[in-house]
């Protein structure tokens, strides 16, 4: 099967920079991709990784290393509106998304 | 543009009933997919349409089914309800089915009781 692992919950404060580790077990997938969900919101899209290295969308930049199976989320410039889940996943194919356990992300002032 | 919709936003049904939820997808949007989102299981993929049709499913009994209509709007059936299928219901649409990048509506509250 194919499984995500993720640390429950991490804390920073406002303006520092926090990574979210994901590791994963899977037999084959597209790539990687990271929503962000706000308590009682709906997910949504961050970033996603095809290829392994970085991507850079603003503040926001994601890894992938599939020798490693392991990828990371690293957001910059935290902000209070930054508190949320964050779950990487898996791009099976036909639109299916293997989620992770998620990470509760806790910014403080 | 409007984003994805989904009805009801909020719904109590008693143990062995069954419910139909709704998802329309954003406009011009063809690829529908559906999760289920408890605190104990996390997200989990139940399906996904294309066309009306049914490319991929997960691993849900088969009291779980869905459909798609012409206008790319979906509705998933759960019959025989159990306590255990209280949860958030959400659906996903991406415009060609095989966009990485996939939109989520705000869900449907299914509470059993």
């Known amino acids: ?109 | 543009k409007a984003g994805v919709t989904q009805t009801p936003r909020y719904l109590i049904k008693t143990r062995g009933q069954q419910v139909t939820l709704s998802c329309s997808p954003i406009s011009g949007h063809r690829s529908v997919s559906w999760y289920q989102q408890t605190p104990g299981q996390g997200l989990q993929f139940l399906f996904e349409y294309f066309s009306e049709t049914q490319r991929n499913k997960g691993n849900f009994p088969g009291r779980f089914s869905g459909r798609q209509f012409s206008n790319s709007r979906s509705e998933m059936n759960v019959s025989t309800l159990e306590l255990g299928d209280s949860a958030l219901y959400l659906c996903a649409s991406s415009k060609t089915g095989t966009d990485y990048e996939q939109y989520f509506g705000p869900g449907t509250r299914l509470t059993v009781t």
């Open chain 1, 1 to 109: 099967g194919q499984s995500l692992e993720q640390p429950s919950e991490v804390t920073a404060v406002e303006g520092a920079i926090v990574q979210i580790n994901c590791t994963y077990q899977t037999s084959g997938f597209y790539g990687l991709s990271w929503y962000q969900q706000h308590d009682g919101g709906a997910p949504t899209f961050l970033s996603y990784n095809g290829l392994d290295g970085l991507e850079e969308t603003g503040r926001f930049s994601s890894f992938l290393s599939r020798s490693d199976s392991y990828g990371y989320l690293l957001l910059q410039e935290l902000q209070m509106k930054d508190s949320a889940s964050y779950f990487c996943a898996l791009n099976t194919g036909f639109q299916k998304l293997v989620f992770g356990t998620g990470t509760r992300l806790l910014v403080s002032p």
